[in-house]
């Protein structure tokens, strides 16, 4: 049913009338008398002319709407969401799940008859239309359930669901936690549960832990956590292996019942590079399927050491004391050069040598006067593409300086070798920066500002563009509007100063003399230095091509997917790279051609591949210039991650039913759950009214009566004489 209202949208009906009225009375008025005299006729002509030209006028200022109001009767539709994944074929110690799900579609679909619409769902979500039980396929490779119930609750734009009746064994192994998303919908959720909660007699590997970065030569943890059911009393064994090679072996214990135990490996990686590190659990028993007993993951392997070039116009405590601090990080080499004369260092020349696979610079006292324009060149050209730590001190040649204007986070206005005691300004704020990090506390800001004075030249700066000061300084009590700690970041090229020295007064005098009365309080200097380097050795470059297989693990026959996300030198996004992947493995390589959805997004898919361990390497390219490149490794394995599903996951299930209102049964009882969503409120006729609204003072028509009335006004006056 519609209906139809007119309205103002610049005052009221009352007000419009009341201006109406005034301007027929002005119209009357103006030809009470006239020279020459007219007709009573000819006068009521022209004023109705005029009254009609300042009311259509006034009717266009008042802003004319044409509201339109139609309500319908909607009848809220229900939605059927079947998992067709392969978990939901397997053979049970007490039922067929096949055999259970297509019992299952055709009561629920005679149960609700046509108020409701069948989708299937596996990794994807899609409708059922072939309507037969025996049309359902399944043989998903995965279960995302919270995509399920999220695309029904989006398809509400156009019908209207108001529950949904999920059929599933409650296991999902793709996507989001499906009650965040369940609860979000406000669709109330009727589950069935699929599948027996009883366990057969199966051990498996149900997850392997390790960090996704590990350093060569650095031992790492990996902890396994297994899981057996019905299992004779016996041994097992645990193996560790890196890239297929054996590396660790564990026996274990088996004891009759369910139990639970945990795993730790300790893993040394010999080479850098990506690695696959599987976890086997074997056991000499007869089990209900053996694809479960393996776990498997990536980890990236890095060079040995982060390389650190320190560079110093001479020795001095601040040098001793930094040096130590970076070298507290045992993955972390730093390399020295401290100034002996105008050409020379101690350890060696500042070469091509010692400048490479450098990740971070860090002056000290340097340049000095005596510095050698070879040696700063070498290195202001190296500090534009590398990050850098600037410590000055009173030794420091600030017009030598310049030549890192491009990488330094300032610019000097002025200086006198004057020196003076200043200590930290730091804000709540600020101390929560990551590099100003020291417990991660409120108490930070304190322990910042309680520090011991370190020194200072009378020195005035100009932060850079973008630089962010991270602490003001302090002379006595009173604070100066000057930096003292200040970073910066420019194309990728992080870089941080402390504009003072003396630096090692923090832990002599700080930390120094709690330790000598058997008392601790926080290094500042060393968690200082220490979160510097970790944020100077972080190049965004190595973000900006980023390339990904959808998944680590594949099962055998799903499709390899790939996705991508290109930056420029800006980080600004790059829609129209080249963008191809090599993927090598048994069967030999094969190239795949990305496609861009915008957005610097791209993705491409190879199809399946045969089981084995695969590596691809990715490139993107833009106008013959390469912006970056990725690479990773991914597997296809001969099972899939489907059949571990054993049991049925009543807890998730009901846990659904509870949070959305709904309910909740095994297969065996699912007309009981049924009858509850009849009795569902949500599913009653609901009114829908939805209004539009159309302005009609956009309209020309309006105006151009006006026009005509008052030009007819005028022509007829021109023809009586009017004056």
Known sequence: MESLRFAFGAGSWWMFIVLAIVASSIAWYSYRTTNPPLSSRDKGLLTVLRAIGLALLLFTLFEPLLRIRQSDTVEPRIAIAIDVSRSMSIKDRSVDRKVVVKDLFTTIRQTLGDRADVFVFDQQVRPFSLGTADSLRLNGYRSDIGKAIRFVGNSTENVRYAAIVLVTDGNYNSGEQPVYVAEKTGLGLYTIGVGDTVAPSDARVVGQYSRGIAIVSQPMPIIVDLEYNGMADGNAEVILKDNNQVVARQQVSLTRGPSSRRVSFTWTPTSDGIHKITTEFVTQQQEFTRSNNIAQSFVRVQKNKRKILLVAGAASPDVTFIKSAIEFDPTVEVVTRIQRDAVSFYEGLIDAAALQDIQAIVLIGYPTAGSSNDALERLAEKAKRTSLLFVPSYQTDYAKLARFQDAVPFTVRSNRAQEILVVPDVSARASADPVMKIRGEESDVETWNQLPPIYRTELFVEPAQNATIL?????????????????????????????????????????????????????????????????????????????????????????????????????????????????????????????????????????????????????????????????????????????????????????????????????????????????????????????????????????????????????????????
């Open 471 to 723: 602490a003001d300084l302090k002379i006595g009590s009173a604070s100066m509007d000057e930096p003292l700690i200040i970073k910066s970041e420019r194309g990728g090229v992080r870089s941080l100063a402390v504009l003072g020295y003396g630096l090692y007064r923090w832990k002599l005098l700080g930390q120094g003399p709690a330790v000598s009365r058997g008392t601790s309080i926080d290094d500042v200097l060393q968690s200082f230095v220490g979160n510097t380097i970790k944020w100077l050795s972080v190049r965004d470059d190595d973000d900006r091509v980023r390339i990904r297989s959808s998944h680590e693990f594949y099962a055998a026959g799903e499709s390899i997917n790939f996705s991508a996300s290109v930056l420029d030198q800006t980080l600004s996004v790059v829609d129209d790279a080249e963008v191809v992947v090599d993927v090598s493995g048994a069967s030999g390589t094969s190239r795949v051609v990305f496609s861009s959805l915008g957005g610097g997004q791209y993705t491409a898919s190879i199809g399946s591949l045969p089981p084995g361990d695969y590596a691809y390497k990715g490139t993107a390219t833009r106008r013959g210039v390469q912006l970056g490149s990725d690479n990773g490794r991914f597997t296809v394995g001969k099972g899939s991650i489907e059949e571990s599903a054993l049991t049925l996951n009543n807890g998730l299930l009901q846990l659904l039913a509870q949070r959305t209102g709904g309910a909740y049964a095994p297969a065996p009882d699912a007309k009981s759950v049924l009858e509850k969503l009849k009795n569902d409120s949500r599913l009653r006729p609901i009114v829908r009214t939805s209004d539009r609204e159309h302005a009609l003072y956009h309209l020309p028509w309006f105006v151009a009566g006006a026009l005509v009335a008052f030009s007819l006004e005028w022509f007829l006056r021109k023809r009586k004489g009017l004056v």
